[in-house]
């Protein structure tokens, strides 16, 4: 009987939370190493596929910084900040892999 009443948790999109995305993108920035991963910042783009808060569980998002250098993938799951080896037709299929199974 329990299964059949399994809670889901409540998400919000948090892709519009302008100081939650400063935050995030700061953090993977001071992971950035100066002279290997970008010589300036000044057009650093950070751009995000997803950025959900998750009830129980936190933020969960994907996303990249783009520095002078290069693309460098980052993901967020609850407390944690991941960098990631991915390539571009990786990170869109997660994208839209994620957004996929919110569909269901």
């Known amino acids: 009987m329990g299964f059949f009443n ?11 939370n302008r100081a939650l995305k400063e935050k995030i993108a700061n953090a993977a ?6 002279g290997d991963d ?5 057009y ?7 950025l959900y808060n998750i009830e129980s ?3 969960e998002a994907l996303f990249k910084v783009i520095t002078d250098k290069g693309t460098f993938y980052f993901a967020v799951q609850g407390p944690k ?12 299929a997660y994208v839209d892999g994620f957004f996929a199974a919110r569909k269901k």
């Open 6 to 16: 399994k809670r889901v948790p409540k998400e919000t999109n948090e892709i519009e």
């Open 81 to 92: 900040m991941l960098s990631l080896a991915l390539t571009e037709e990786l990170y869109k």
């Open 29 to 34: 920035i001071s992971q950035l190493h100066p």
């Open 57 to 59: 569980h936190g933020i």
């Open 44 to 50: 650093t783009k950070v751009e995000f596929g997803y």
């Open 38 to 42: 970008y010589e300036s910042l000044a």
